[in-house]
């Protein structure tokens, strides 16, 4: 992302992290298998120089997808390290 959020993004309200801000927004959609579509964009906090504070911190994201045999864990990183795991297996 460039930083810069269209109007589609104005109407979601973020959670507040201590060094980022989370936007979710599920987009109703009758064609989809499952309904619609969980949009997540996940904006570092950065400093005066465009570094982020503590890259070692991470968004943790946790779900269940395929009526419930697809278990995931996803890590996003403030390095923009994106880190997964499906039913306990890296992917």
């Not at 992302?1 to 109407?11: E, H, K, R, S």
């Not at 904006?43 to 570094?51: N, Y």
């Amino acid at each position: 992302m460039d930083g810069i959020f269209d109007t589609n993004w104005g109407c979601v309200s973020p959670v507040i992290g201590r060094y980022t801000q989370c936007y979710l927004d599920f987009v109703p959609d009758p064609a989809s298998p499952t309904g619609g579509y969980l949009y997540i964009l996940n904006a570092w906090m950065v400093d005066d120089s465009g570094t982020v504070e503590n890259p070692d911190c991470y968004n943790l994201f946790q779900t269940v997808t395929g009526s419930g045999s697809e278990r995931w864990v996803i890590k996003v990183y403030g390095d923009q390290t994106v880190w997964v795991e499906k039913n306990g297996v890296v992917v």
